[in-house]
């Protein structure tokens, strides 16, 4: 059964500080996802990650694939309070020549102004 | 272009009762998953529809039902409600003809069950 645990399950922390959260697995994924869901919304991608060791970045957000492909990391530089909400990764791998995805259960992050 | 359309935002039945869900796929994609959402289980996946055929299935009671229609239009049918399907049911497109690939997904159906 593929898992994929993300930690911390919840973290509060002040504008402008830097902050890491992560997604790992036993499994081997063929490429990752991060989305962001806003409270009433539903997630929005906000990158797909698909060479081990590969690092992308979007503005203040980092995001790096494992070299081994079974984790990932997010990392916001000076946090801000529109970076509140629930971080999820989703893994995709393929499993009796299916396609399939599957993801954690999330980071809920809340930035105090 | 209009983004995915779930309908009705928020519901609540009783136990016993049946509900049904609809979506609507971002124009021009074919596949539509549906995934239901709790605080203790997070994401997880019901079933996924391409071309009207459902290509894969998630672990959930066969109370859990969908359907696509010719217009790639997507509801999900839950029979005899449980308290525990008390849920976010969110519908994600995708153009991708695999089922993975980028998943657009809409603000969700928030159900109660009472």
């Known amino acids: 059964t593929q898992l994929l645990e993300q930690s911390p399950q919840f973290l509060s922390i002040q504008e402008g500080e830097n902050l890491t959260v992560y997604c790992n697995s036993s499994?081997?994924?063929?490429?990752l996802q991060w989305y962001r869901q806003e409270p009433g919304e539903g997630p929005v991608l906000l990158v797909t990650v698909v060479t081990g060791g590969e690092v992308k970045k979007l503005k203040r957000l980092t995001f790096q694939f494992g070299d081994a492909r079974k984790d990932s990391s997010l990392h916001i530089t000076a946090a801000q309070p529109g970076d509140t909400g629930l971080y999820l990764c989703a893994g995709e791998y393929r499993m009796n020549r299916d396609d399939k995805i599957i993801f954690g259960k999330g980071t809920r992050l809340h930035i105090l102004p | 272009k209009a983004g995915v359309t779930q309908t009705p935002r928020y519901l609540i039945k009783t136990r016993g009762q049946q509900v049904t869900l609809s979506c609507s796929p971002i124009?021009?994609?074919?596949?539509v998953s549906w995934y239901q959402q709790t605080p203790g289980q997070g994401l997880q996946f019901l079933f996924e529809y391409f071309s009207e055929t459902q290509r894969n299935k998630g672990n959930f009671p066969g109370r859990f039902s969908g359907r696509q229609f010719s217009n790639s239009r997507s509801e999900m049918n839950v029979s005899t409600l449980e308290l525990g399907d008390s849920a976010l049911y969110l519908c994600a497109s995708s153009s991708s003809r695999a089922e993975t690939g980028e998943l657009f997904f809409g603000e969700g159906s928030r159900l109660t069950v009472l």
């Open positions: 124009s021009g994609h074919r596949s």
């Open positions: 499994s081997v994924f063929s490429s």
